[in-house]
């Protein structure tokens, strides 16, 4: 054989033999793992309109035994999900309705709330006494929020409440309306948990006045209202109340 071919063949034989044994001690670079494709978006449901409700919504059906428990969405983040982590231990469900500049600070939690079944709507940007604005300045609060629960969700929210007001007056629904919400949620009881009165006492303010078809008013941010919520969840269960969202409760 001329020695230019045998010389060509060893070559040959060589460079196949280093890539065997390359392969078989893992010096080639490994092929790259395939990407996880990334968690689903969270998708809120967009607010909905309820023929023959008014434009403001106090209370649900008084023949079903079911109640919405809501809170006004701001404060320490750890006192939102303990609050959470109670409320689907028992089964319940909640509507929070949150502050935009809080949803800013903490982005996480509209993604926490909606994936734990519950409600999230909108209790504008700053919260700030929404009944001494003009409408356009009622409006730009409103919007604002909504634009941050869409850019985490997908949709503008569930509800609308108003900031520092328990009803809305005619020039604070006609600036929700153009933000996209036919209805501006209100309650028809008030646990003034707000105050720190202490657990005792926000249960006590709210069981006095519940019954079918309430709509309870909460808050995120304070001690008593974690500390509460179990005792008003099990008193809820005695008397054959379920906690439900708001549009459960309105369905």
């Known amino acids: 054989m001329p020695t230019d071919r045998r010389g060509a063949l060893r070559a040959g034989a060589a460079a196949a033999l280093a890539g065997t044994l390359s392969t078989a001690c893992g010096t080639d670079r490994p092929a790259p793992r395939p990407r996880r494709p990334a968690p689903a978006p969270v998708a809120a449901p967009a607010p909905r309109r309820y023929p023959g409700r008014p434009a403001e919504i106090t209370t649900g059906p008084r023949d079903r035994p079911r109640v919405a428990l809501t809170f006004h969405g ?7 999900r303990a609050l959470l982590d109670h409320a689907e231990r028992a089964g319940a469900r909640l509507t929070v309705l949150a502050v935009g500049d809080w949803l800013d600070r903490h982005p996480g939690m509209a993604r926490r709330v909606l994936d734990g079944g519950h409600d999230l ?5 700053h919260h700030l006494d929404i009944t001494a604005m003009t409408e356009a300045e009622a409006h730009a609060e409103i919007q604002a929020c909504a634009r941050r629960l869409h850019r985490l969700t997908g949709s503008i929210g569930t509800w609308f409440r108003p900031s520092r007001a328990r009803h809305a007056g005619e020039t604070v629904r006609r600036a929700a309306r153009r933000a996209g919400y036919p209805h501006v ?5 008030d646990s003034l948990d707000f105050t720190s009165p202490g657990p005792a006492a926000v249960v006590a303010n709210v069981t006095r006045e519940i019954r079918n078809g309430s709509v309870v008013s909460l808050h995120f ?8 919520l179990p005792l008003l969840l099990a008193d809820l269960d005695r008397r054959g109340l379920s906690a439900v969202t708001t549009t459960e409760l309105l369905t």
């Open 221 to 228: 941010g304070y001690p008593d209202t974690v500390a509460a």
């Open 185 to 189: 949620l209100s309650y028809d009881v």
């Open 74 to 80: 701001q404060g320490d983040p750890a006192t939102a």
């Open 121 to 125: 709507g909108n209790h504008t940007q």
